[in-house]
Nanobody, 118 residues
Framework: QVQLMESGGGLVQAGESLRLSCAAS????????VGWYRQAPGKQRELVAR???????NYADSVKGRFTISRENAKNTVYLQMNGLKPEDTAVYYC????????????WGQGTQVTVSS
């Protein structure tokens, strides 16, 4: 069983910063791709940022230059540094990880709420 535990969400004012963390635990050989997604009320879940095992990244256009995804392999942890937050960033943020257990499998975290007030 693989678990992803997110933390770091909260209520902030526009222009402030937050850092989300996602720690993976359980029995797996390695973590391949990791990513952060978000879902605002009444909207579909969307990709925010993704990092492949080679370190390459891609971001949603709406967060480029403001958000940064990073990972600490020794701790099986992925981060999302969010700067210059805007009210439209308000959503539940989900961590995603593709882990290797005799094959690649994707897992989701439970989500953490980020609310940005104007």
């Amino acid at each position: 069983q693989v678990q992803l535990m997110e933390s770091g969400g909260g209520l902030v004012q526009a222009g402030e910063s937050l850092r989300l963390s996602c720690a993976a635990s359980g029995s797996f050989s390695s973590i391949n791709a990791v990513g952060w997604y978000r879902q605002a009320p009444g909207k579909q879940r969307e990709l925010v940022a993704r990092m492949r095992s080679d370190g390459s990244t891609n971001y949603a256009d709406s967060v480029k230059g403001r958000f940064t995804i990073s990972r600490e392999n020794a701790k099986n942890t992925v981060y999302l540094q969010m700067n210059g937050l805007k009210p439209e960033d308000t959503a539940v943020y989900y961590c995603y990880a593709e882990v290797y257990i005799r094959g690649y499998y994707g897992y989701w975290g439970q989500g953490t709420q980020v609310t940005v007030s104007s």
